[in-house]
């Protein structure tokens, strides 16, 4: 058996072209396939020189993936013999078809599955976007734009083995004092906020932030209001959060401010980028809905979510630079300054809310990666974070107006809404001829990814004929061929 076993191709398949080096990827799926009982106890692996010629790698890169293996005691070397999978070390079976688990769980029974908001669809997009050729997808990063050298120096500083007590340590509750210090004095004071240490704090994303939020304030006998169109998720989380959600209309000047917004718990609102809309909040409407909280009495969450990628030479401030009342929770990240996947955020609000939100992060999470706060703390103070924002803002502006020259003048039968300052479009066939989720399967055969914002809308009817694009993670030679093959997409589906 293990002669025939030593002629098995192992099926490995290597991304030549990824950040993951050839040896790393051979000890990651060799590992997978032990771990998952692929491959059974005391089999032989393939010789080390006819791996390496199956896999077209140099013969030390499998000899080193093998000592890998070894070293964590999934494999072992036998002299003159070859390398052989070990019989134990908590290798598991591939599971049964026919277990327990394939069973309709109790468990459904006992969720209140109105809470879960598992009916609530959010926005999608392929898993593997960054594949595609003309990925118009919103709210992402153009990868090769990415500062990765200054990244890692900075993560190379962040974990010297002087300071090993205080990144790898537990701490608590707390997050890192040098992270917020810089948050504090860097960042939101571009933003015209200016607040104490005690009335800040570190979430793993804007939506982290959201979540705590909604988990405080909420309740089942209290209401949540959101925007419409707003964010879906966050309209999942309210929906989860809340007894009663209610929806509130926005026009050209943002969320409408009327007498529906008596008797709401909090409001959730995107002031300086509605979502997905693009419109600003104009100052009269701003300046109602504070006044209409304090009449009210109801707490406003503000997510400012494009904050600092706004590349308009004024940009507004956010309704927590002039709110007295302390009735503001203000929400912001790195994210589309830095990158969504790093899921660093923070949170300003009134002393007395950080510290309830604080407790509530510390019993879910203790607190966010230490390392990860260094880092970007490291980043930040050594000007590496002013020096992006400077090249994103420029690259944006391009960006958008490439676009919004393409659209506006090849796209004569769809309303189209992208303000200056932004990155995404949102366009709407004028006469309902083609919906958006035809348009967009259609178009990523063409290598085209759009987004459809149906699930933006309280009547997912109402927005079936629009869709979105957006230009932030898409290299600007590419944008005006891509709009290309998506109006070409749209004639050949008939409109």
Not at 182 to 190: A, D, E, F
Request: proline share 5%; hydrophobic share 40%; glycine share 8%.
């Amino acid at each position: 058996m293990l002669k025939g076993f030593a002629r098995m191709q192992l099926g490995l398949k290597l991304n030549r072209n990824g950040t993951v080096g050839l040896r790393d990827q051979i000890v990651t799926q060799l590992a997978r396939l032990v771990l998952d009982g692929h491959l059974q106890p005391g089999m032989r692996l393939p010789s080390c020189r006819k791996f390496a010629k199956e896999l077209e790698v140099s013969i030390n890169t499998v000899i080193a993936a093998y000592e890998i293996l070894e070293e964590q005691q999934l494999i072992l070397s036998k002299s003159r013999s070859g390398f052989f999978v070990l019989a134990d070390q908590g290798i598991r079976n591939p599971r049964p078809e026919n277990t327990k688990l394939n069973k309709p769980s109790p468990l459904r029974d006992r969720l209140n599955w109105q809470r879960q908001s598992d009916d609530l669809a959010t926005i999608v997009r392929p898993e593997n976007w960054y594949d595609f050729k003309f990925p118009f997808v919103c709210n992402q990063i153009d990868e090769g734009e990415f500062p990765v050298s200054e990244w890692r120096e900075c993560s190379r500083q962040a974990m010297n083995r002087a300071d090993l007590k205080v990144w790898s340590s537990d701490g608590h509750y707390s997050e890192n004092a040098e992270f917020i210090e810089q948050i504090r004095t860097r960042i939101l004071p571009r933003r015209g906020v200016f607040v104490k240490a005690d009335s800040a704090l570190v979430t793993l994303g804007a939506q982290n932030g959201l979540y705590m939020a909604s988990h405080l304030l909420g309740g089942r006998d209290r209401v949540a209001v959101i925007e419409d169109p707003g964010y879906p998720d966050a309209r999942k989380m309210l929906r989860s959060s809340f007894g009663e959600l209610k929806f509130q209309p926005v026009d050209d000047e943002g969320m409408i401010v009327d007498e529906r917004l008596k008797g709401a718990t909090m409001v959730f609102v995107t002031p300086n980028r509605q979502f997905p809309t693009t419109v600003t909040m104009s100052e009269r409407r701003r300046q109602a809905l504070i006044e209409a909280a304090e009449e009210h009495d109801f707490f406003i969450v503000e997510d400012d979510y494009e904050c600092d990628v706004d590349y308009r030479h004024f940009t507004p401030l956010p309704l927590f630079s002039v709110d007295n009342s302390g009735r503001v929770i203000y929400l912001a990240s790195l994210s589309k300054g830095l990158s969504p996947g790093l899921r660093l955020g923070y949170m300003t609000a009134s002393e007395e809310f950080i510290t309830a939100a604080r407790d509530l992060r510390g019993r879910i999470m203790r607190h966010p990666p230490t390392v990860l706060q260094l880092t970007a703390a490291a980043f930040i103070r050594f000007g590496q974070y002013e020096s992006r924002l400077r090249r994103i803002q420029k690259g944006h502006r391009e960006r958008w107006e490439i676009a919004n020259r393409f659209l506006r003048a090849h796209f004569p039968g769809f309303d189209i809404m992208g303000e200056f300052g932004g990155t995404t479009f949102v366009l709407s066939d004028r006469e309902k001829r083609l919906l958006a989720s035809e348009i967009a399967g259609r178009a990523r055969e063409r290598g085209v990814v759009i987004e459809e914002i149906a699930p933006c809308y309280s009547v997912r009817e109402t927005g079936e004929y629009a869709f979105r694009v957006g230009v932030s993670a898409i290299h600007p030679l590419l944008i005006e061929s891509g709009l290309q093959e998506l109006k070409q997409t749209i004639v050949e589906l008939g409109a």
